[in-house]
T-cell receptor, first 112, second 115 residues
Framework: QKEVEQNSGPLSVPEGAIASLNCTYS??????FFWYRQYSGKSPELIMS????GDKEDGRFTAQLNKASQYVSLLIRDSQPSDSATYLC????????????FGSGTRLLVRP | GAGVSQSPSNKVTEKGKDVELRCDPI?????LYWYRQSLGQGLEFLIY????????KSGLPSDRFSAERTGGSVSTLTIQRTQQEDSAVYLC?????????????FGPGTRLTVL
């Protein structure tokens, strides 16, 4: 089992719809969770971070964390074609090491 | 201010040659991370530095890989006797501290191709 799992997609949604991206993680010592967006041929850029159970909203983006279920999600409201990218879920562990563990990413396509 | 920079942006080398990849973190950032991303894959952690010290080298794929950081700033990742499976994009990131709340900012990456 991978430490951080994501559906590879592609997830295809029409413009204006809500895109829902999901991520599960296996290590209960994980303390913080990040969503990065990566356009093709570019480096990852941070979209959202979340540390506590519940929802965190930032503009069109909402991150949701459920530590009991070891589940984190990203909702994108009013999806735009410019949101088309790969979304990487990352989990930060601080046990014997300090590192971000990344999922393999979900490719999102927003259809005009 | 300036972000994380990496050089070269592209490197093509022959199997068996050594390569050096350079990372300049954001000024003042104490933590520096190296990742590798193979085609269509997620990011694979290689090593991190806190200051000039590398507490965790467990992600380095083999003893052909080494990294150092000097002056709490620039870092170099060296791959000796390169193999075709080393072909990937090597990404560097930095953060202000090593803390679970800290954001890692990524550089543009070095695309390494081993022929």
């Amino acid at each position: 089992q991978k430490e951080v799992e994501q559906n590879s997609g592609p997830l295809s949604v029409p413009e204006g719809a809500i895109a829902s991206l999901n991520c599960t993680y296996s290590d209960r010592v994980s303390q913080s969770f990040f969503w990065y967006r990566q356009y093709s041929g570019k480096s990852p850029e941070l979209i959202m971070s979340i540390y506590s159970n519940g929802d965190k909203e930032d503009g069109r983006f909402t991150a949701q964390l459920n530590k009991a279920s070891q589940y984190v999600s990203l909702l994108i409201r009013d999806s735009q074609p410019s949101d088309s990218a790969t979304y990487l879920c990352a989990v930060f562990r601080m046990d014997s090491s300090y590192k971000l563990i990344f999922g393999s990413g979900t490719r999102l396509l927003v259809r005009p | 201010g300036a972000g994380v920079s990496q050089s070269p942006s592209n490197k093509v080398t022959e199997k068996g040659k050594d390569v050096e990849l350079r990372c300049d973190p954001i000024s003042g950032h104490t933590a520096l991370y190296w990742y590798r991303q193979s085609l269509g894959q997620g990011l694979e952690f290689l090593i991190y530095f806190q200051g000039n010290s590398a507490p965790d080298k467990s992600g380095l794929p083999s003893d052909r890989f080494s990294a150092e950081r000097t002056g709490g700033s620039v870092s170099t990742l060296t791959i000796q006797r390169t193999q075709q499976e080393d072909s990937a994009v090597y990404l560097c990131a930095s953060s202000e501290l090593v803390a679970f709340t800290d954001t890692q900012y990524f550089g543009p990456g070095t695309r390494l191709t081993v022929l």
